[in-house]
């Protein structure tokens, strides 16, 4: 009988915090349930609560998770002029992030519609603003590369979302494509400028 391997603290916590992102990202940080991010990772709600003390400390563990990965996302543009290079790595490190940490990436997109609760919005702000501003610093005085960058994060994340079971590895070019064609690039790497 093979023993059994027990994971590490890291490995628990790893597995919390993401699946407390994706009920955040779902419920909402208010009405996110403790109990629902104890099932999802297969521990008791008890065991939850000791190991983080408090849903206000899940809370600012997924926060602070998702203001790593954002500036994870962000590091793999940095030195790239703005543009197709920087774009197509700035999509590569998401589409990386997301195949690791899908509940991350679900809250971090969620962020951008789940008005219902401003404190969501407020709370991940920082990595929101990472994010974009990694695509390209002035995006927030460019109303169509703003529209644009946040089309490109949206569909990267809910294509890997909608396909994780499929496990997208092989074909993350083509989710990367898709992000491209968001931000207006034609196959060839032009971009697309209306004419």
Request: aromatic content about 6%; glycine content about 10%.
């Amino acid at each position: 009988m093979k023993p059994t391997v027990r994971p590490t603290s890291e490995e628990v916590d790893r597995a919390l915090i993401d699946v407390a992102a994706f009920v955040f990202a779902r419920h909402g940080f208010a009405q996110g349930p403790v109990q629902a991010i104890a099932d999802g990772a297969g521990y008791s709600k008890a065991a939850v609560l000791k190991r983080f003390g408090s849903k206000g400390r899940i809370q600012d563990a997924v926060v602070a998770r998702a203001e790593e990965h954002a500036a994870r996302v962000a590091a793999a543009g940095e030195g790239l002029p703005v543009g197709l290079e920087r774009d197509a790595a700035l999509l590569g490190a998401l589409v990386e992030l997301i195949e690791e940490w899908p509940g991350t990436g679900a809250l971090m997109a969620g962020a951008f519609w789940l008005t219902r609760e401003p404190e969501i919005m407020q709370r991940l702000s920082g990595a929101q603003r990472m994010l974009m501003e990694a695509f390209d610093p002035d995006v927030w005085s460019d109303e169509e590369r703003h529209v644009r960058v946040v089309s490109a994060i949206g569909a990267v994340t809910v294509t890997m979302m909608a396909n994780r079971e499929a496990r997208w590895t092989e074909r993350t070019d083509v989710v990367i494509a898709a992000g491209l064609g968001a931000l207006g690039y034609r196959g060839n790497g032009d971009a697309d400028t209306g004419d």
